[in-house]
Every structure is written in C-alpha cells, then in structure tokens.
C-alpha cells in the first residue's frame, strides 16, 4: 500500500510527525532517502518531538554518526547520519547491527550510503522537495 503525507510548511511539521508515526505502525527501522537539505533531520526531529523527546536533545549526528534520544523511561531512538561513511566497515565499526537488533526505534539518513547491509524489514521513505518547496513524505508497506 502506497502512502503519502503532503507538508505545506513547517507549521504542518507536527501533525505530519504524528500521522507518519500513527501510518508506520509497530516498525522500528525506517531509512529516509532525500536530497540535501530535503528535511531529513527536520522531520527526524518532528518525529522525536512527537515522541515525547526534549527539543534541546535533538540535533544532527552528522559528525558523531549516531545520536541516542532517550524517551518514555525505557525507550530509545537511534539518530544515524551515514552522509559520511565512505566504507561500510565504518557502520558496522559503530556497532550498526547491535542498534538495529535492539527493538528500539532506528531513523536512518543517508541510508543509500549503508543499502548492502539494511535489513529487509526497513522502511524505506522518501522525502520529496517539490517545485513550490513544500515535501511530501512517501512509502510504501
């Protein structure tokens, strides 16, 4: 099935993090593959927020390669931002495939930097920047 969340601006940010998290069902491995400055960490951290993730927590793990979000006592979200990675040794130097077997929560940039080596179960969304700058966020399940 098809799905597709139009956001006009960032004032709709919100309550499109809410829809893609209620539309996503139990997944925990989503890859967001756009382009620079698409609104990855944007909606990344839409998403956190609408989880219940303090805003000061939030940021980019552009140079750590992956940031931990601690919510709900017990649950957690894996930040990755494979921009970065020139080898895939690098991920799993980072101790990728213990993160994504955690059960928790994985939203991945830069996913296409890692493809050989995302499970099957990842859901693969794109963010799409379209000609009057507005984004539609779209996956398939």
Known sequence: MKHSIHIKDITELAN??????????????????????????????????????????????TFAIVNEYKYDKTKYIYHFDFYRINKISEALDIGFYDYIDSEQLCIIEWPENIEEILPEECLKVNIIVKEDLSRSIEWED
């Open 16 to 61: 499109a993090a809410k829809q893609f998290l209620s539309e996503i069902g139990d997944k925990k491995i989503i890859a967001f593959y756009a382009s620079m400055g698409a609104g990855k960490t944007t909606f990344t951290s839409a998403l956190c927020k609408e989880l219940g993730v303090s805003e000061d927590a939030i940021s980019s793990p």
